[in-house]
């Protein structure tokens, strides 16, 4: 009896250190598969955080291209010339050669504006289009965008100082510097490093003025 007894002893010990293992290795299992998991989710948001910066970076690019070469453009007869460059502090329309692609076309006239529903675009048209509202193009740089806010450096009426300045409209030159700063809900991720240009040109030198007048009376 003491010999059946032994052996079930010793079965029942046996039993115990293998639950005792199968513990071990399970908790051994659930934490390689968190640290797993906490590492996957990582990477894919450091993975996400390169995607907005790289979109970020393209929107920024093609602003750089348009704006830099923002054309100082003063259309003749018009009166004291001034350039065609409407600042305001959430848009801004201006005149510039057409994209690569659309070459060689006439001036375009961009806007860069947040629509309505939180898309960043820029739109274009030719200035010679018969129908100006059916040939617009439309270029979405991103999107849930929260606001815009554009800033404009130069001298400028009443004070003729070089500042910054919230507008920028009815002058006879292209501001000096553009600042574009775009904003994004709370929460998102997305960076918009403060994007400043100088447009290549500021007077527009085609412009016949006027020696008298001052005014614009036709082009070279």
Known sequence: MSRGMTRSTASAGFTLVEALASLAIL????LMLVAGTQFARSRMIRMQAADDGEI?????????GRLSRAFPYARPNTGFPTVEFAG?????????????????DALQRYVL?????????LTRVSDLANDPDSAVRA??????VRG?????????PPDNLPRWRARW???????????????FPPGDRRIWPDLI????????????????????????
């Not at 504006?113 to 675009?121: E, I, N, Y």
């Open 139 to 144: 270029t979405p740089l991103l999107s849930a």
């Open 27 to 30: 908790a051994l299992l659930s």
């Open 88 to 104: 305001l502090p959430d848009r801004v329309s201006f005149f510039a050669p057409p994209p690569d692609v659309a070459a060689p």
């Open 113 to 121: 504006s947040v629509s309505p529903a939180g898309v960043l675009q």
């Open 169 to 183: 409209e009815q002058q006879d030159a292209l501001p000096r510097l553009v600042r574009v700063r775009v904003s």
């Open 56 to 64: 970020v970076e393209t929107a920024q690019d093609l602003l750089r």
């Open 197 to 220: 240009i100088a447009p290549a040109a500021t007077l527009d030198s085609l412009c016949q003025v006027d020696s008298r007048s001052g005014l614009c009376r036709g082009r070279t």
């Open 148 to 156: 815009l806010s554009i800033d404009y450096f130069g001298a400028a």
